[in-house]
């Protein structure tokens, strides 16, 4: 029996169109707490987990971790107020999830987020049925481009890494699902380009750009 392939997709940058919301997220936070955040630097750090950022930013031995976990919930707060007046979904993903679903694979999300942004995407989306698991930086203990988030997910799965495909924006997501031993989809987002993502091992500027056929084609031939 042919062991099934499946989809792993990132949230933000990939399923919901987040820079501009996290950004503003981040600049509100700041405010609150008296720091500076340039958007050279929010660039620099999108798509790790919100803890590491607050703690490469702003902590430099100044923030307790207890201090890091409370700024990370407010600030992922705030990111939830901004996107829940006016959900930002990515053009395509509907399309893509439904169609990948009515092919035969498995479908995931792998994402650092909190599970509240990811349970807030996927019930925005309407498309939480077609989703076989939810992996979110509650269930890991290192962020990307670790690749324990995607490891975790395809085991959640039950199939084997090789046989998954992961759809990611951000330079360190692509590093992580390259280390799990996943075919990389790059999709180009606010924020990022083509060259910050040019070790995929295939690069779109839209989820309609994608179809089963063609990851099953990527999957066949990586």
């Not at 075919?183 to 070790?199: K, N, Q």
Request: charged letters at 25%; proline letters at 5%.
């Amino acid at each position: 029996m042919t062991e099934p392939l499946a989809v792993i997709f990132d949230m933000d940058g990939v399923l919901v169109d987040s820079y501009r919301p996290h950004w503003k997220s981040w600049l509100r936070m700041a405010a609150k707490v008296g720091r500076e955040l340039s958007e050279a630097k929010f660039v620099q750090t999108f798509g790790r987990t919100s803890r590491e950022i607050i703690a490469e930013h702003w902590g430099h031995g100044s923030l307790t971790d207890a201090e890091i976990t409370e700024f990370d919930r407010r600030k992922e707060a705030l990111y939830r107020e901004i996107v829940a007046d006016n959900f930002p979904a990515m053009d395509g993903a509907d399309e893509l999830i439904r169609s990948l679903h009515a092919a035969g694979f498995r479908l995931a999300v792998g994402s650092s987020g909190p599970p509240e942004n990811v349970a807030l995407a996927i019930d925005r989306l309407g498309v939480g049925p077609l989703f076989q698991t939810l992996v979110t930086g509650a269930d890991i203990s290192r962020g990307k481009p670790d690749p324990q988030v995607f490891l975790i997910t395809a085991e959640r799965l039950g199939v084997p890494p090789a046989r998954c495909a992961v759809i990611e924006d951000a330079p360190v997501g692509i590093v992580a699902a390259n280390a799990a031993g996943m075919a990389s989809i790059a999709l180009v987002s606010t924020g990022h380009t083509r060259d910050s993502v040019s070790a995929a091992d295939v690069i779109v500027d839209s989820l309609l750009e994608l179809s089963p056929e063609r990851i099953v084609d990527l999957l066949s031939h990586g």
